[in-house]
């Protein structure tokens, strides 16, 4: 008997600052800028989620705003689930998942990151309330 292939899913956050900076973090196993996030559990709602992954990551608490995107990395078959979020307390700095977490610009975001990890904070930045899906190999989008 044959296993059926499963998705698995994840969540993140855009956190922003009162000045429209994003926080990211560079991961430890591979060096990336993205957004903090991680496998969303069994046992949590997608906000929940969220919240715990930037706790975790950077050290920031944060009140989740709205669903500003699904993603799905084609490739793995995870789907990620990213959510605009507010700071509210902490000490955002480096931790055993993130090697160094910054405040970065949407310029910056642009600029430097990944398509498929850019797009999430970029979509997340816009006006539009309504979520984007958009599918991705990992690096760059892929045509819907």
Do not use: C
Request: charge should be negative; hydrophobic fraction near 45%.
């Amino acid at each position: 008997m044959s296993q059926t292939p499963r998705h698995s899913v994840s969540v993140a956050a855009v956190v922003v600052d009162d000045h429209d900076q994003v926080l990211v973090i560079r991961r430890q196993d591979n060096g990336a800028w993205q957004l903090p996030g991680g496998v969303l559990e069994l046992d949590e709602t997608p906000e929940v989620g969220a919240r715990r992954e930037v706790l975790e990551e950077t050290g920031a608490d944060v009140s989740i705003e709205r669903l500003t995107g699904v993603y799905k990395n084609m490739k793995l078959g995870v789907v990620a689930l990213v959510f605009r979020a507010r700071f509210v307390s902490g000490e955002p700095g480096p931790t055993r998942e993130a090697a160094a977490v910054e405040w970065w610009s949407a310029e910056r975001v642009a600029a430097e990151m990944d398509e498929a990890f850019a797009v999430r904070i970029l979509d997340a930045l816009r006006p539009d309330p309504v979520p984007a899906v958009r599918a991705h190999d990992g690096v760059r989008l892929l045509a819907g």
